[in-house]
């Protein structure tokens, strides 16, 4: 028996349970072991498998990166060449769903819709809950092709737009903005997009990944996984961070405003959206990459002003409370980015889901390798033995 | 600094992790606190806000047991009039849903259907995200009016028979009944299918209730919360586990084949579906109450061979296992009652679903009222420092 509130090494079955501790948030615990992603937060490095994503980012693309995801290992040309292949065989959504989207209301919000999107693919899947290694990369190999689709066809469609079918001689990355705007990106734009999928693929145990993991723990299926995280990213405290930086720009009305509006804000103790990370004590190594693609987006689309007040910010920032650790976050300088692109607002949280695809069915695959519930406990802090107390006499 | 693999009290912010402990599945891990449901798994011992789950099985109604639950306190009868009022306006389904439902493939399965239903209202509400604690026990409130509606709706469509409308002057149990099968429950079935959602409503952290604090924990909204934990439900691990039960009883032949079949399984080292959580190491209380329950029902409905199957099945395993702590859970006897009541098998996980939202939403109010970001750590154990080989080098 060990002292109250101590917890040591892996806890076996069966074992009284009642001395451990509640750590709100489930900070610092290991809830998973994963060979996708590394995380230093005090070092500022973040590896996909072993590879730091600076180079990632300059050298490989979206495509790649999750073949390396999801198989712990660059691939030769002629499996990267079959890998994009078989994704870009699934960009044409399967049949009746582009009716379904039509079908659905203009003022419905892009995250519910590709939740339920997601979702409903369950429901036309004749074998849906097959679990096995080989089935669940299949299914997520469909979602991950259909997903741009779905967001870029839902979006025209709301605007009054015509949908622009898939082109599968296109990237991921630029058959996705080819489907949006319904003409071809530029080279410069195709690749920043790209960038900010690999940048976004993977991040450790973040919330949404957690969710996934959690969910296929119990065997369930794929489609409940995926439909879990993507209402997880939904969250402000997560993906949903990267609408709330655009909002904070589009606040500020100039850069001589910055100082006053920061300085308000952390009078306020209110937080400024974009910095600070659970996991970074430092730089986070993805917003140093976004910097200057943010910077040269910037220039090429006339969004100076834009990216120069975010360089404003994050000086004041850093003068203000750099040294408690509280940096821009990956969330910081893709507001800019996106914008740049010319993504709409409501937009942006459904990019992060498109790239993070990626990430969640790589845990999805690693949790059913080596599955075991989770099942934490609560601690329960209300009363005991409380009477039944018969309805006239309350 | 403390010794490696060593945890003590909880963790503060900022502070170097790196020698916490990789806990498989959270055993033992206190991930939230609660005032709804108290576990003593070694006592047997399960309450709601402190009142015996046997007392509110045998004295209480499902109306009064979530009001319990979402107010930590038993209504008054006004009180009590009030929400069953509440609740009764919402068995109608809103606009434009009944036909959704006609609209599916009847080989849909009903825990897919009722997961995109439910993530399609957020498509539908104008104000989806409204987090603020009145604005989601609202939409709390409608989901679990609706629920009952999309199960019989959508069973009734694929059974090629007309939609019956839901009865405002039923009570939740028996509205459900009748529109299952249109025609009004006996006395003795509403009960019993009452108790059942008594019984399934609540129950500290299992993967579904944590699942839903999870998701909300990023401040995201009540339909993605929902929507991951039925995804949870489905699971075989978790409330996938009655259609098990089922399964296995339909697949031995005889009270004369229990005993070979039992000893077959365990032989095999193989789960036999039913027995054994991993928070109960002695009888889990709410078999206990669902076994009398059982006995009542296989005999006012001819299933008579059904409940001697079971009580044999209990026999073999509690003189081979007893003494390892592996009793019949709440999914063993609930398999016999549903199949008494006249549910088809896969409407066993949907009926727990149906229960578990009183738990669910209660959490999700719970998590919001005091909300930290769940967002807790992987190991990595993968390669370090790998070189981004050149695609013509590999």
Redesign the interface.
Known sequence: MQPA???????P?????SM????????????????????DG?KGIL?Y????IG??SE??TFEETVFLLWN?R????AE?DKFTSDLRSRYKLPEGMPERIRS??R???PM??L??QI??L???D?D??ANLVEAAREKALNILGYTPTIVAEFDRMRRGLEVVPPDPSLSFAENFLYMLNGEKPTPTMARAFDICMILHADH?????T??AR????????V???I??A???????????ANEGVMKMLNEIPSVDAVEDYILGKLERKEKVMGFGH??Y?TRDPRATALKSLAKQLASDTGNEELYIKSRRIEEVMEREVGAK?IYPNVDFYSATTYHCIGLKLDLFTPMFAMSRLGGWSGHIIEQLADN?????????????????????Q?
Not at 5 to 11: D, K, L
Not at 204 to 208: A, H, Q, R
Not at 380 to 392: K, L, M, R, S, T
């Open positions: 509130g101590v917890m040591s090494g892996p806890i079955e069966n074992k009284d349970q451990s501790t509640y750590v709100k948030g489930l900070e610092g615990i290991i809830a998973a072991q994963t060979e996708m992603s590394f995380i005090q590896e498998v072993g590879i730091p180079e990632l050298k490989s712990k660059l691939p030769t040309q990267l659905l209301p003022t419905a919000q519910h819709v939740r339920t979702s409903a369950g429901m036309y004749p849906p809950n450790g145990l973040n919330n949404s957690f969710t959690v969910i296929i723990s119990t065997l369930s299926d489609y409940s996984a439909t879990g993507i209402g997880s990213l939904r969250g402000p405290l997560h993906g949903g659970r996991v004590k650790g075991r519930l989770y099942r934490p406990k609560a601690e329960y802090i209300g009363p005991h033995n409380a009477p039944y107390v018969p309805i006239d309350r």
